[in-house]
């Protein structure tokens, strides 16, 4: 009995099913970067935000002309106060020195007073050793203690204490030795000791408990 040779399977069902999963995996593709390219914009945006045009030292009143209007991109991590909410800025206390070309933030801003009414605001310059290890901050509850000079001993000094408030603080570096220089409040009385102290590098200041 004579067989008919069978036929060679079709490769037709094959093709269709290859260009149906190249199509679906196309689309897919761009689907993921139409959703990349909304997640994108979402997270970044231009928006008028306000902008630092001259320097606020901290504590000082902000007032509408340290401020300007600038357009800028803003990134999800950033939160520049929006020039549309000046009224949240204007009447406020630096709670930082501001300084101009940076974006005003919130976290710039206090309401509290740093230096009081009978007090006045000295800077005091301090070695890395002379200092608290934590990072101070504006607010922060310190004392400054007098240190020996040339011509006494811790033994035989009369040791002095300066209660005062951190109102800022900036890095320095002079002569080659790193240090900091502390902006603090302290009693008015005591404000002109405190800067001669400073001057003959006898001050050395330490962190309150709940500072």
Known sequence: MK??????PSTLGQRRTRWGALALAVLLMAVGGLLSGFAYLASTRT???LV????VPAGVTVTAGDLTAVRVTVTAPLAPIRSKNIRDAVGRR????????????????TDELLVGPDQR????GLPPERM???TLHP?????????????????TMVRQRFDATVVDLSGRAAA??????VYVAVAENDATQVVALAAQGRLSMVLRVGG
Do not use: I, Y
């Open 3 to 8: 067989q008919t040779p069978l036929a060679p």
């Open 47 to 49: 928006e008028e935000c």
């Open 52 to 55: 630092v045009t001259r320097a």
């Open 94 to 109: 630096a709670a930082v020195s501001l300084v101009p070309g940076t974006l005003l933030t919130a976290a710039q801003l």
């Open 121 to 124: 605001q000295v800077g005091v």
């Open 132 to 134: 608290p290890a934590r």
């Open 139 to 155: 607010g922060d509850s310190v004392q400054l203690v007098t240190t020996p000079d040339d011509q006494e001993t811790a033994a």
């Open 176 to 181: 080659g030795v790193e240090g900091w220089v």
